[in-house]
């Protein structure tokens, strides 16, 4: 097995091809290494020494050297070799020809470049794709059962296929494959912070041994008379504005904001979950669960924002990658949904009239007048199916007489849809979603009247049909145990057997009927569903869009990666030239959540369970806690308290020792 070194890229840039120096970084096992800084020449030993007594480490902020070691390496720095001169060392580098060449004894060497993550500009390695809309706090309290079941077959059906790989190859392969995927992520997890490890040991080496640094490393160190000038009026003009109090007054002013604009969302939450019946507002209202989202969604920003300006204690850890990404693409999304909104605002303000008359036209020409004649086509026999006359009369003139009223109702009420129109034309200022949330909202009440006469379609057809059950059960000889929840044995005499086949009879000689206008109903309601759905979905699109990371892919791929790969550059007969290069997140995962939003929506409303239900006539209902599901994902478990926020902020605004990028 060749020995692993991984380089950086531009490690020897500093320095001439002849000059020596030393190589320091991390021994992950007896063939991996990293290097992580390549320090102008210094005794080897005292290099070591100052290593071990973590005085080349210094400067790690918040993070003692202990931390560092035991979050990315285990062990402590080592020095691995020494290039241009030969040491006791693990390895001897010779630059003579322009790049690195190892001498480590009779193991061929795999030299992999690598270029150093910017931590500053969020660039990171991942080996696999990172996830962006779920934090680990609240996965398992929003998935849903069935999607947990999904994954859980997923893990299940891997092992079984990692314990069949071992019986066909054996379980040293599969070991020794795991131990070295194992060492290949503690080697990621250095490179990403090699950049900032690599500044603080030399910065630290040069201030122990000031003779090492070279003329060239002076001059770039010396600032212009411009730039000495430009920092000091900076410096000035903030030394003027804090003894005038203007910083003070400000933070003072936008800590009391944020504040009170969260007691007032909490506020409002509590009336979002207001319970209704088993249920919340939130699962009646489209705009009461959109209106809980959001609120959540901005209680949430300042925590965000706090997270990703504050330098974390978790030194160069990729977390403030991702929630840096969150914060900006919720920011990207206010922003262009509020700019939408004033935009159909706009339009509907302009021409409100219009829209009220249109909506006005349709709800009384396709759920009044249209609607009026299907239920005349159904009492006379429809399409020449024979009903009973008199049942299918009833039904359509009781139907008829609730349509009537309830358009009647609905052209009393028109001047109220015409304010509706105007405050939905305002409501752009609080976002197009607020204003598609409200037109879910008018859809259903303005098609209330279907709902109910399709609820009461579908109980009269589901009470018949579990009856003919019944009774069939009775021709059979048998009953249902409703304590034990079975099927035994009954007896039944002469009179409870011809009572029972003429309620028989009759229950199934009327089933066309009440089917024929149970389906015309439970039709429509289907339709009504699908449109509302959509709506639903539109939301989710404009609440949920992954604008900013798709910027980021297109723009600065290092900061959402997708995984790793291995360039092969050439090889000579001891040492083979590998470059490490960052994969980007691919398109498809970026819009994984859709797809699985795709797929419970197919899986609700176009499968054979679905299907049955309407058959036997079980209700059809929006499922907004599958579509939101995955909108709440990308939200903390638990939000903060006003106070543990005012404490947060206060903290966060007047700490002057506080570590800024």
């Given at each position: 097995?060749?020995?692993?070194?991984?380089?950086?890229?531009?490690?020897?840039?500093?320095?001439?091809?002849?000059?020596?120096?030393?190589?320091?970084?991390?021994?992950?096992?007896?063939?991996?290494?990293?290097?992580?800084?390549?320090?102008?020449?210094?005794?080897?030993?005292?290099?070591?020494?100052?290593?071990?007594?973590?005085?080349?480490?210094?400067?790690?902020?918040?993070?003692?050297?202990?931390?560092?070691?035991?979050?990315?390496?285990?062990?402590?720095?080592?020095?691995?070799?020494?290039?241009?001169?030969?040491?006791?060392?693990?390895?001897?580098?010779?630059?003579?020809?322009?790049?690195?060449?190892?001498?480590?004894?009779?193991?061929?060497?795999?030299?992999?470049?690598?270029?150093?993550?910017?931590?500053?500009?969020?660039?990171?390695?991942?080996?696999?794709?990172?996830?962006?809309?779920?934090?680990?706090?609240?996965?398992?309290?929003?998935?849903?059962?069935?999607?947990?079941?999904?994954?859980?077959?997923?893990?299940?059906?891997?092992?079984?296929?990692?314990?069949?790989?071992?019986?066909?190859?054996?379980?040293?392969?599969?070991?020794?494959?795991?131990?070295?995927?194992?060492?290949?992520?503690?080697?990621?997890?250095?490179?990403?912070?090699?950049?900032?490890?690599?500044?603080?040991?030399?910065?630290?080496?040069?201030?122990?041994?000031?003779?090492?640094?070279?003329?060239?490393?002076?001059?770039?160190?010396?600032?212009?008379?411009?730039?000495?000038?430009?920092?000091?009026?900076?410096?000035?003009?903030?030394?003027?504005?804090?003894?005038?109090?203007?910083?003070?007054?400000?933070?003072?002013?936008?800590?009391?904001?944020?504040?009170?604009?969260?007691?007032?969302?909490?506020?409002?939450?509590?009336?979002?979950?207001?319970?209704?019946?088993?249920?919340?507002?939130?699962?009646?209202?489209?705009?009461?669960?959109?209106?809980?989202?959001?609120?959540?969604?901005?209680?949430?920003?300042?925590?965000?924002?706090?997270?990703?300006?504050?330098?974390?204690?978790?030194?160069?850890?990729?977390?403030?990658?991702?929630?840096?990404?969150?914060?900006?693409?919720?920011?990207?999304?206010?922003?262009?949904?509020?700019?939408?909104?004033?935009?159909?605002?706009?339009?509907?303000?302009?021409?409100?009239?219009?829209?009220?008359?249109?909506?006005?036209?349709?709800?009384?020409?396709?759920?009044?007048?249209?609607?009026?004649?299907?239920?005349?086509?159904?009492?006379?026999?429809?399409?020449?199916?024979?009903?009973?006359?008199?049942?299918?009369?009833?039904?359509?003139?009781v139907f008829v007489w609730v349509l009537v009223s309830w358009q009647h109702l609905l052209l009393y009420c028109t001047p109220l849809l015409q304010g509706f129109i105007v405050f939905l034309s305002h409501a752009g200022w609080f976002g197009i979603t607020f204003q598609i949330s409200l037109v879910c909202d008018l859809i259903s009440l303005i098609t209330f009247d279907i709902y109910c006469l399709y609820l009461g379609s579908a109980k009269i057809y589901r009470k018949q049909l579990t009856t003919l059950v019944s009774?069939?059960?009775?021709?059979?000889?048998?009953?249902?145990?409703?304590?034990?929840?079975?099927?035994?044995?009954?007896?039944?005499?002469?009179?409870?057997?011809?009572?029972?086949?003429?309620?028989?009879?009759?229950?199934?000689?009327?089933?066309?009927?009440?089917?024929?206008?149970?389906?015309?109903?439970?039709?429509?309601?289907?339709?009504?569903?699908?449109?509302?759905?959509?709506?639903?979905?539109?939301?989710?699109?404009?609440?949920?869009?992954?604008?900013?990371?798709?910027?980021?892919?297109?723009?600065?791929?290092?900061?959402?990666?997708?995984?790793?790969?291995?360039?092969?550059?050439?090889?000579?007969?001891?040492?083979?030239?590998?470059?490490?290069?960052?994969?980007?997140?691919?398109?498809?995962?970026?819009?994984?959540?859709?797809?699985?939003?795709?797929?419970?929506?197919?899986?609700?409303?176009?499968?054979?369970?679905?299907?049955?239900?309407?058959?036997?006539?079980?209700?059809?209902?929006?499922?907004?806690?599958?579509?939101?599901?995955?909108?709440?994902?990308?939200?903390?478990?638990?939000?903060?308290?006003?106070?543990?926020?005012?404490?947060?902020?206060?903290?966060?605004?007047?700490?002057?020792?506080?570590?800024?990028?």
């Amino acid at each position: 097995m060749p020995t692993r070194i991984f380089w950086p890229v531009d490690g020897l840039q500093r320095y001439g091809p002849e000059e020596k120096s030393i190589v320091v970084g991390w021994v992950n096992s007896s063939k991996d290494y990293v290097v992580m800084a390549i320090l102008p020449y210094f005794p080897v030993q005292h290099a070591q020494r100052l290593l071990e007594q973590d005085m080349l480490v210094k400067g790690l902020g918040e993070k003692s050297p202990q931390e560092l070691y035991k979050e990315f390496g285990g062990d402590r720095l080592q020095v691995l070799g020494t290039c241009n001169h030969s040491q006791d060392c693990l390895f001897v580098v010779n630059t003579l020809s322009g790049q690195p060449v190892i001498d480590s004894g009779s193991d061929s060497v795999q030299l992999i470049y690598y270029s150093q993550p910017n931590a500053k500009w969020l660039h990171y390695l991942s080996l696999y794709p990172i996830q962006l809309d779920m934090p680990d706090e609240s996965v398992s309290q929003i998935i849903d059962a069935d999607y947990n079941h999904d994954s859980q077959q997923a893990c299940e059906d891997r092992s079984l296929l990692l314990t069949n790989l071992s019986l066909h190859c054996g379980g040293q392969i599969q070991s020794n494959a795991s131990e070295r995927m194992s060492v290949l992520a503690k080697c990621i997890s250095q490179i990403n912070c090699s950049l900032e490890l690599s500044r603080i040991l030399t910065v630290n080496a040069l201030k122990m041994f000031p003779e090492l640094q070279s003329r060239e490393l002076q001059q770039s160190r010396r600032l212009s008379i411009s730039s000495k000038i430009g920092i000091e009026a900076k410096h000035q003009a903030s030394i003027q504005a804090e003894k005038l109090g203007i910083f003070a007054i400000a933070k003072w002013i936008v800590l009391f904001t944020i504040v009170s604009f969260n007691v007032l969302a909490e506020a409002l939450l509590q009336i979002t979950a207001f319970p209704i019946g088993n249920g919340h507002l939130t699962d009646i209202s489209a705009t009461a669960l959109q209106v809980d989202l959001r609120l959540k969604l901005l209680c949430n920003l300042p925590v965000q924002y706090m997270r990703i300006r504050k330098r974390s204690k978790s030194w160069a850890t990729t977390a403030l990658n991702v929630e840096y990404t969150r914060f900006y693409n919720s920011l990207w999304l206010f922003a262009n949904d509020i700019i939408l909104g004033v935009t159909l605002g706009g339009f509907l303000r302009d021409n409100h009239w219009r829209v009220c008359s249109f909506i006005t036209t349709v709800t009384q020409n396709l759920f009044g007048d249209q609607f009026q004649e299907f239920m005349n086509w159904l009492m006379s026999w429809p399409a020449g199916l024979k009903l009973n006359t008199e049942l299918a009369k009833f039904f359509g003139e009781v139907f008829v007489w609730v349509l009537v009223s309830w358009q009647h109702l609905l052209l009393y009420c028109t001047p109220l849809l015409q304010g509706f129109i105007v405050f939905l034309s305002h409501a752009g200022w609080f976002g197009i979603t607020f204003q598609i949330s409200l037109v879910c909202d008018l859809i259903s009440l303005i098609t209330f009247d279907i709902y109910c006469l399709y609820l009461g379609s579908a109980k009269i057809y589901r009470k018949q049909l579990t009856t003919l059950v019944s009774l069939f059960r009775l021709f059979r000889g048998k009953k249902l145990n409703v304590l034990r929840s079975r099927i035994d044995s009954g007896n039944y005499n002469i009179d409870q057997l011809l009572l029972g086949t003429i309620m028989f009879t009759v229950l199934l000689l009327l089933l066309p009927t009440v089917l024929v206008f149970y389906l015309a109903f439970a039709f429509t309601r289907a339709l009504l569903v699908l449109l509302s759905t959509l709506l639903e979905m539109t939301l989710g699109f404009f609440n949920h869009f992954p604008l900013f990371t798709l910027l980021l892919r297109f723009k600065s791929p290092a900061r959402v990666p997708g995984g790793i790969r291995f360039e092969y550059i050439k090889n000579d007969s001891t040492q083979t030239f590998l470059k490490l290069e960052s994969q980007p997140i691919g398109i498809g995962h970026i819009f994984h959540q859709y797809n699985v939003v795709a797929k419970r929506f197919a899986e609700h409303y176009y499968s054979t369970r679905v299907l049955s239900g309407l058959l036997v006539g079980k209700m059809v209902t929006v499922q907004r806690s599958r579509l939101y599901s995955l909108l709440y994902s990308s939200l903390p478990a638990h939000r903060p308290a006003p106070k543990h926020l005012y404490n947060q902020l206060q903290s966060h605004l007047f700490d002057k020792n506080e570590h800024m990028y």
